[in-house]
Nanobody, 123 residues
Framework: QVRLVESGGGLVQAGNSLTLSCAFSGYDFVGYAMGWFRQAPGKEREFVAANNWLTTYADSVKGRFAMTRDNAKKMVVLEMNNLTPEDTAVYRC???????????????????WGRGTQVTVSS
């Protein structure tokens, strides 16, 4: 059974940075592709970043956010820089068994989800 737990959310001012972590519990972390998604009130879930050997980002965060993974610690990290109020959302990490080098930005493609961590950016 895979369990994902996010941490690191909080309230920051625009222009500042925040780092989110997602701890993976379960067997064979290396065998999973990982993703970050976010959902703001009244909006649909939005893709942020995904890692499956390579890493891809949504255009809205490209150049500001960086996703890394530490296989030894079974953890993925999302470093967020130059935050804006539009980045305010609940951020959730997700996992799915790897399928080649496929990078998937569709939430329905992921099997496991964390409960999320709130990020609020004030102007």
């Amino acid at each position: 059974q895979v369990r994902l737990v996010e941490s690191g959310g909080g309230l920051v001012q625009a222009g500042n940075s925040l780092t989110l972590s997602c701890a993976f519990s379960g067997y064979d972390f290396v065998g999973y592709a990982m993703g970050w998604f976010r959902q703001a009130p009244g909006k649909e879930r939005e893709f942020v970043a995904a890692n499956n050997w390579l890493t891809t980002y949504a255009d809205s965060v490209k150049g500001r956010f960086a996703m890394t993974r530490d296989n030894a610690k079974k953890m993925v990290v999302l470093e967020m820089n130059n935050l804006t109020p539009e980045d305010t959302a609940v951020y959730r990490c997700a996992a799915v068994p790897r399928s080649g080098y496929r990078l998937d930005n569709r939430p329905e493609s992921y099997d496991y989800w964390g409960r999320g961590t709130q990020v609020t950016v004030s102007s």
